[in-house]
């Protein structure tokens, strides 16, 4: 061991310090080695080069799988980066408070419980309703903040964006990025001889699982891709599923199971598991920019035996208003999974919450709830419907009448009992088919099915309809699942619920998301005068067919509503304006 000889005019402070500024200039060149090393905290090869290249770049975006650890090695990062520049503040936002804070809970969770000297560096961490920061000895911050106005006052030099993908980037460049006004300002640089000493670059460091190519996130990680490879202070990474079973971060066997599992959905696993930007099918249709901003309902309408698990009046099923008709569409289809063929039947159910514009403009179509039954006999499925349509009040059951239909609309033709619920359902007639009306055994009975015989014309109506629809905002669909706990979080005795109760809640809403799945996912081809729309092997369009049915049934009505507001309208003028009397001279 070499011991160096202090000289006359040096003290022990000024060589300690002269350590302190070799070693915080190897680590802050070596981040990495500061974590292991310092801090005693393994790390993967994998990190090792994510943790310096974050270091390193001013701008960064880590497009990661589920179970990669994105957030496990962000929050290592933030740290490292707090403790060796003091004074930095660091924001987190996130679209919702509770995805922001995870971060920090890795921090008071996991990585201080477990590594006495990271724990030094810690004063305090301040969690409550309004705030969420952490204090490190060194005057340097992490602070934690929702995206959206509220953050206006925040200032940071380092910016870490998490699940960007749900953020829009309006809130991004006119909000957050205006946190980071000024650099941070070291101590040494009020010295006279660092007057020219270029200031500190701020970061900003963008963290998402994969989407759909036409979302914003596509186009700034394949911008950042491109600064990268051409030398400038860019990172962008795409890290899948395989390395983290090859890093021994996810179970193989499990990885396995979720590909054989019949709900297997691959545009999801593509997007979450593979770290892809999804492009949808070829000549498709529909496109996810036009049907991402219909998902904009908070709160499902949900039936008794769900909306009776909360006291809270918003998720049940309200008194229909004078300008509201609801209906019930319902698809029967053979269950698929992954290319094999199931012999379950698979209904697919959507409720539309029609509402009428008085004035004479497009109705609203609301598509307050969604469920899919599989698995249950004919009867049974029959008896699903029947008792939905009674709790909703439905004015119409649109029925999918060809092949296993068929069937089913014979069932609801006939007088019904429910065991759950104690009541008998009386039998319903069909609307607009005469001959299948007559199978109807019940005399005078209420006229509420619309059995979609459904040729190549009508299918092409729907199809195009619900396009247009969509393209004309005139349908709002349930919002996203990642904002379903944050959402009901608020509702009282939510948190109280089990996993299982919370789950057939929040099952509406991946039931809209696997819809809107199907429908970005179809192929198109143009035969003669109609257009075709059809699934790709291993695929299922069942949803897609329930829900076009529902909104093509909606249009129909709403253009009679129209022509009878019109002559209602004519007729009030003729009232107003009758013929005048003459007398006439004898």
Not at 50 to 66: W, Y
Not at 83 to 110: D, F, H, M, N
Not at 120 to 127: A, D, F, G, S
Not at 467 to 485: A, G, K, S, T, V
């Amino acid at each position: 061991m070499v011991v160096r000889k202090l000289a006359t005019t040096e003290t022990k402070y000024d060589a300690i310090m002269d350590g302190v500024g070799v070693w915080a200039s190897y680590f802050r060149a070596n981040p990495h080695r500061f974590v292991q090393d310092h801090w005693v905290i393994k790390l993967k090869r994998f990190q090792e080069i994510v943790l310096c290249e974050m270091f390193d770049s001013q701008h960064s975006f880590f497009l990661g799988c589920r179970g990669i650890s994105k957030t496990w090695l962000t929050a290592l990062f933030a740290s490292a980066k707090c403790t060796l520049y003091p004074g930095t503040q660091c924001v987190v936002v996130s679209a919702t408070r509770k995805q922001a804070g995870e971060l920090v809970g890795k921090i008071e969770k996991w990585f201080m419980p477990n590594y006495p000297m990271f724990a030094l560096e810690i004063e305090e961490i301040k969690r409550n309703q309004a705030d969420t920061i952490v204090k490190f000895r060194n005057g340097s911050t992490i602070t934690v903040a929702t995206a959206g106005e509220s953050s206006r006052g925040l200032r940071s030099n380092l910016l870490i964006i998490d699940e960007a993908r749900l953020l829009k980037k309006e809130i991004i460049d006119g909000i957050l990025k205006k946190t980071m006004t000024a650099a941070r300002h070291a101590g040494f640089m009020d010295l006279e001889e660092y007057e020219d000493y270029p200031m500190e670059p701020n970061q900003e460091v963008y963290l998402t699982s994969g989407w759909y190519q036409n979302h914003w996130c596509f186009t700034l990680f394949r911008d950042y891709a491109a600064a990268m490879i051409s030398g400038k202070q860019f990172f962008a990474t795409a890290l899948p599923y395989q390395l983290s079973i090859k890093e021994r971060l996810l179970d193989r066997r499990q990885v396995e199971a979720d590909m054989a599992s019949s709900d297997f959905n691959e545009v999801l696993w593509i997007m979450e598991m593979c770290a892809e930007f999804w492009s949808g099918a070829d000549g498709a249709l529909y496109s996810y920019d036009e049907i991402s901003p219909a998902r904009r309902l908070k709160y499902a309408f949900y039936p008794p035996s769900l909306s009776g698990l909360i006291s809270d009046k918003r998720i049940r099923i309200p008194q229909k208003m004078h300008n509201e008709t609801r209906i019930l569409s319902a698809d029967i289809a053979l269950m698929q999974s992954t290319g094999k063929t199931s012999n379950n039947d698979a209904t697919s159910v959507f409720i539309n919450q029609m509402l009428m514009n008085e004035n004479g403009g497009r109705s609203v179509k609301n598509i307050v709830y969604t469920q899919n039954f599989e698995g249950l006999r004919t009867e049974e499925q029959a008896l699903a419907i029947r008792r939905l349509a009674a709790e909703y009040d439905v004015d119409w059951l649109v029925i999918d009448a060809r092949g296993l239909g068929l069937p089913i609309v014979d069932l609801l033709m006939a007088d019904m009992y429910d065991p759950e619920a104690g009541v008998t359902y009386c039998a319903l007639g069909c609307y607009n088919n005469e001959e299948i009306n007559k199978r109807c055994k019940v005399r005078n009975a209420p006229k509420k099915i619309w059995a979609m015989l459904a040729n190549n014309d009508i299918n092409s109506q729907c199809a195009l309809t619900l396009r247009e629809e969509f393209r004309q905002n005139n349908i709002r669909l349930l919002n996203h699942e990642e904002d379903f706990e944050e959402d009901f979080g608020q509702l009282a005795g939510f948190s109280r619920l089990s996993l299982e109760d919370k789950l057939r809640m929040k099952a509406a809403y991946i039931n809209t998301s696997l819809a809107v799945n199907e429908l970005i996912n179809l192929e198109t081809e143009v035969k003669g005068n109609y257009v075709r729309v059809r699934e790709k092997s291993g695929y299922r369009k069942d949803r897609f067919s329930s829900l076009s049915y529902n909104i093509w049934l909606s249009n129909i009505l709403e253009k009679e509503y129209a022509t009878s507001k019109s002559k209602q309208d004519f007729q009030d003028i003729v009232f107003q304006f009758r013929q005048p009397q003459i007398k006439r001279k004898r």
